[in-house]
Nanobody
Framework: VQLVESGGGLVQAGGSLRLSCAAS????????ISWFRQAPGKEREGVSC???????????HYADSVKGRSFISRDSAKDTVYLQMNSLKPEDTGVYYC?????????????????????WGQGTQVTVSS
């Protein structure tokens, strides 16, 4: 199983980035994919999640901090999940990780808990300057 993030970088406040998470080694459609971020000295926090089309809870979730300015999507033909982030703020700075877990185990009440995910990528750095 492999998850590879890309798309991070340095951007000014108010700018946009699109992060990608390319998955391999498992049946993509059976898994929920989530984005987490971790700022220096802070705990890892859930940013957004998208469940598989066959999940009992086939939907998307967003942290309140990014709701309305971020959009998560998945391309099943490419086994890739995207996180479009707009109107970026300095507090969005951190290492962004994607994580995968069986869709049946992910739902509205636990998608943001890092401990429920079995597979993780190596992370991509996002830095938002003020």
């Amino acid at each position: 199983v492999q998850l590879v993030e890309s798309g991070g970088g340095l951007v000014q406040a108010g700018g946009s980035l699109r992060l990608s998470c390319a998955a391999s080694g498992f049946t993509f459609g059976d898994y929920a994919i989530s984005w987490f971020r971790q700022a220096p000295g802070k705990e890892r926090e859930g940013v957004s999640c998208i469940s598989s089309r066959d999940s009992r809870d086939s939907t998307t979730h967003y942290a309140d901090s990014v709701k309305g300015r971020s959009f998560i999507s998945r391309d099943s033909a490419k086994d890739t999940v995207y996180l479009q982030m707009n109107s970026l703020k300095p507090e969005d700075t951190g290492v962004y990780y994607c994580a995968a877990e069986r869709a049946w185990g992910i739902f509205a009440g636990n998608w943001g808990l890092s401990r429920v995910y079995r597979y993780w990528g190596q992370g991509t750095q996002v830095t938002v300057s003020s």
